[in-house]
């Protein structure tokens, strides 16, 4: 069974940085893609980056775009956010997303598997 529990949100000031991990387990991953995905109270869930599991290109959402980078460590399963430069509006629950095949999806309802979240909260 996939599971994926994320880690490393917290508390910040705007401007300051945090790194988000996504631990994959359950299976092997090497045709899959993972997301992750953000989302405020009262707001739909946003796309927020992709990459595919083995190799190829990252994907970004425009608010994000030169900020944050995803990666990725397939000897540790993980999945890695880089948040720099972090704004209040960046405030939100975030969720790595995981599915089968190598065209990556930006859209939530692409993906099967979820982690339970972590709250990042950035303070003006």
């Known amino acids: 069974q996939v599971r994926l529990v994320e880690s490393g949100g917290g508390l910040v000031q705007a401007g300051e940085s945090l790194r988000l991990s996504c631990a994959a387990s359950g299976r092997t991953f090497n045709n899959y893609h993972i997301g992750w995905f953000r989302q405020a109270p009262g707001k739909e869930r946003e796309f927020v980056a992709a990459?595919?599991?083995?190799?190829?290109?990252?994907y970004y959402g425009d608010s994000v775009k030169g900020r944050f980078t995803i990666s990725r460590d397939t000897a540790k399963n993980t999945v890695f956010l880089q948040m720099n430069s972090l704004k209040p509006e960046d405030t939100a629950v975030y969720y790595c997303?995981?599915?089968?095949?190598?065209?990556?999806?930006?859209?939530?309802?692409?993906?099967?598997?979820w982690g339970q979240g972590t709250q990042v909260t950035v303070s003006s």
């Open positions: 990459i595919p599991w083995s190799a190829g290109d990252t």
């Open positions: 997303a995981a599915n089968s095949g190598l065209v990556v999806a930006v859209t939530p309802n692409r993906y099967r598997y």
